[in-house]
């Protein structure tokens, strides 16, 4: 191994490495096939590493876990010791922010909502003229040509849930290449509940006023 680096082998051959350099990044962790391979790749660089198994955590932050076998595992996280409990927790500035727990039959992706945490707390109005102005399509993505699929295109939902949206239309990263958006469409569910009880209301009204007159 070069110099600077710590290595594990065995009869030989190294299974994990501190300190390795692969590609770009320096003074990388690498465990299994990532550690003993003559050529250095950066398993945490993409498509440009699709065949690696391994573990890798590299100095500015990539981690990559995989093994391509027949149950094409990427990241396998255990659960804890109960039958319930958190497995992954989202903390920003010291504060928890969400989390992803399982119930002892699923598993639940959790972000933030005590009321705790909320001021300036008013009902939510005028949600079935805003729901009219999202457009639903049905499409494909382009590297699943033979998949169609219904969604929204990110930067027409963002005008009506903003929320919802990462990312800005058009972006790109410095080297021009683009800088995908993405949306959340459970940031949806609020304005689709305040549309559907709007649209409720208004079909209670029109069916007693539909008996007031039967009724007459």
Do not use: W
Request: aromatic share 8%; charged share 20%; net charge negative.
């Amino acid at each position: 191994m070069s110099s600077g680096s710590l290595s594990f082998t065995r009869n030989g051959v190294a299974h994990a490495v501190f300190g390795r350099t692969l590609e770009s990044q320096t003074d990388a962790f690498v465990f299994g096939p990532a550690a003993y391979r003559a050529t250095a790749l950066n398993p945490t660089n993409g498509d440009n590493d699709t065949t690696v198994t391994g573990v890798c955590i590299a100095d500015d932050g990539p981690v990559h876990i995989a093994t391509y076998d027949e149950r094409s595992v990427t990241l396998n996280l255990m659960g804890p010791g109960g039958t319930t409990g958190q497995m992954v927790r989202f903390n920003f500035n010291g504060d928890a922010k969400g989390s992803i727990t399982y119930n002892g039959t699923g598993i639940a992706y959790n972000t933030s909502s005590d009321y705790r945490l909320k001021e300036n707390v008013v009902a939510l109005s005028g949600a079935k003229d805003r729901l009219n102005q999202l457009r639903p399509y049905r499409f494909n993505f382009i590297y699943k040509a033979d998949q169609t699929v219904d969604g929204f295109l990110a930067h027409e939902a963002q005008e009506v849930v903003p929320e919802a949206i990462t990312g800005v239309k058009d972006a790109t990263f410095a080297d021009g290449s683009p800088d995908y958006q993405g949306i959340d469409q459970s940031k949806l569910v609020p304005l689709l509940t305040a549309a559907l009880q709007e649209a409720f209301a208004e079909i209670a009204a029109l069916t007693a006023r539909v008996e007031t007159l039967e009724a007459g």
